[in-house]
């Protein structure tokens, strides 16, 4: 039965045997029997990571070991508010961090980064924090509901989302208002240039 560690780009984290690109970690989230509790997250550093990385192996969601999480790409990461690996992703890292400067202009430290971070993409309650704006604002690599589904605007058209991959491309309207999921902060990184690796249905 397939556990319960796959990030949508709305934040929730269900179950499903769909496999993803890339893996995150917001801390221990799982009992002893491998259930997530309530909590959402453990820290505030929220990283994307690399499926492998010097050879390391892990057990997954093994007894007092961080939860592995896991994303359809780096795309959705962004979304659920999680950043590249410093280690792991270290090439990643360094240009979001340079795309951070030009946006928002300081605090370019991980923790600086992650503390930010944290009040654009949650609320208090848990829930992700989402806000309305224009399509044309927007960069490549945001995500945005489209009548209650989440859809990634990549090249000029809507990707609808699903576990498996994207959807075929619909036409963007630009004047279109939507809500927004993908934090306010990383939508400024993506528009100073950081583009994330995206699953390859979003090219068919």
């Given at each position: 039965?397939?556990?319960?560690?796959?990030?949508?780009?709305?934040?929730?984290?269900?179950?499903?045997?769909?496999?993803?690109?890339?893996?995150?970690?917001?801390?221990?989230?799982?009992?002893?029997?491998?259930?997530?509790?309530?909590?959402?997250?453990?820290?505030?550093?929220?990283?994307?990571?690399?499926?492998?990385?010097?050879?390391?192996?892990?057990?997954?969601?093994?007894?007092?070991?961080?939860?592995?999480?896991?994303?359809?790409?780096?795309?959705?990461?962004?979304?659920?508010?999680?950043?590249?690996?410093?280690?792991?992703?270290?090439?990643?890292?360094?240009?979001?961090?340079?795309?951070?400067?030009?946006?928002?202009?300081?605090?370019?430290?991980?923790?600086?980064?992650?503390?930010?971070?944290?009040?654009?993409?949650?609320?208090?309650?848990?829930?992700?924090?989402?806000?309305?704006?224009?399509?044309?604002?927007?960069?490549?690599?945001?995500?945005?509901?489209?009548?209650?589904?989440?859809?990634?605007?990549w090249h000029g058209a809507l990707r609808p989302f699903s576990r498996a991959g994207y959807g075929s491309p619909?036409?963007?309207?630009r004047d279109a208002v939507l809500t927004v999921l993908t934090p306010r902060a990383t939508l400024a990184v993506?528009?100073?240039?950081?583009?994330?690796?995206?699953?390859?249905?979003?090219?068919?």
């Amino acid at each position: 039965m397939p556990l319960q560690n796959r990030v949508l780009p709305t934040g929730d984290i269900v179950a499903t045997s769909e496999r993803g690109l890339f893996m995150g970690n917001r801390g221990i989230l799982h009992n002893d029997d491998g259930r997530l509790g309530s909590r959402r997250w453990a820290h505030q550093t929220w990283i994307c990571c690399a499926l492998e990385f010097k050879e390391r192996k892990r057990q997954v969601m093994a007894p007092g070991r961080y939860t592995e999480l896991f994303f359809l790409d780096e795309a959705v990461a962004l979304a659920a508010g999680h950043r590249p690996c410093a280690e792991c992703r270290r090439k990643a890292y360094e240009r979001f961090r340079g795309a951070w400067v030009t946006a928002v202009g300081s605090g370019d430290r991980a923790a600086q980064i992650d503390r930010r971070l944290h009040v654009d993409r949650v609320r208090r309650d848990w829930r992700q924090v989402r806000h309305d704006l224009r399509l044309g604002d927007l960069s490549d690599g945001a995500f945005v509901l489209v009548d209650g589904r989440a859809h990634l605007l990549w090249h000029g058209a809507l990707r609808p989302f699903s576990r498996a991959g994207y959807g075929s491309p619909l036409p963007i309207e630009r004047d279109a208002v939507l809500t927004v999921l993908t934090p306010r902060a990383t939508l400024a990184v993506l528009k100073a240039g950081y583009t994330p690796h995206v699953h390859p249905s979003a090219a068919v």
